[in-house]
């Protein structure tokens, strides 16, 4: 970029591109390469990353919290957290907006909405307008009632279609999907074409699929 903004001018020009390399180099005359961030780094940074935001909003990581996190974590998110800087950011996002809300969400779905919020904007709007087909409200669910409704195809058909135009980018998408099949059981059996009682998953308060919750 600064080679070519560097040939724009009349201090080079375009006819002597060597010019350009000979005056970066009287400014940048050392190159330092950094070895790519392991795994396993970033996995303890995430960690310890968690176990401060606990601490600091006086939140328990219990045995359930952390396997729900790492399944998130595992299943999707350690693809898209793949340097420090995203993983420094996404924690200090998370915690900015955690503490006036802390006795009113879930922990780790408030994790995964928040990141779902920064990195995929448009599928995080889709998730708000598709509010009763996630929850499962009585006008989506009558219908599903009477024998023969449900398309398990057309199911899956939907739910690609509304990802699709989300922008979700193709190689993304089951693992997208497997986040929002952990906020939402009734969208996880509906993308993994999947039965379900039609009366619905027992959901625990404060969590996003729980109806009074899902609007905080």
Known sequence: TLLEALGRTGLVGRDDPRRA???LEKIVQVRLDVPPVRDE???RWVDASLTQLAR???VELTDEVNHRFSNAYFGHLQKRLDTPR???RYFAQVDSFLAGVVQEVDLVDFLVVNWLRSAEPLLYRAIISHRAQLLGDFSVRSEEWIVGKRDPEAERAYW???LNDARVAPEHMEGVANLI???F???SHQWTKQ???YSGSNIAPTRVAHSDYFDR
């Open 185 to 187: 059981p009734r969208f």
């Open 160 to 162: 690609e279609k509304v």
């Open 41 to 43: 780094q970033l996995s």
């Open 195 to 197: 039965s379900y009682p």
């Open 86 to 88: 995203a993983v420094k």
């Open 181 to 183: 099949g952990q906020l």
């Open 56 to 58: 600091e909003h006086d």
């Open 21 to 23: 390399i000979d005056y």
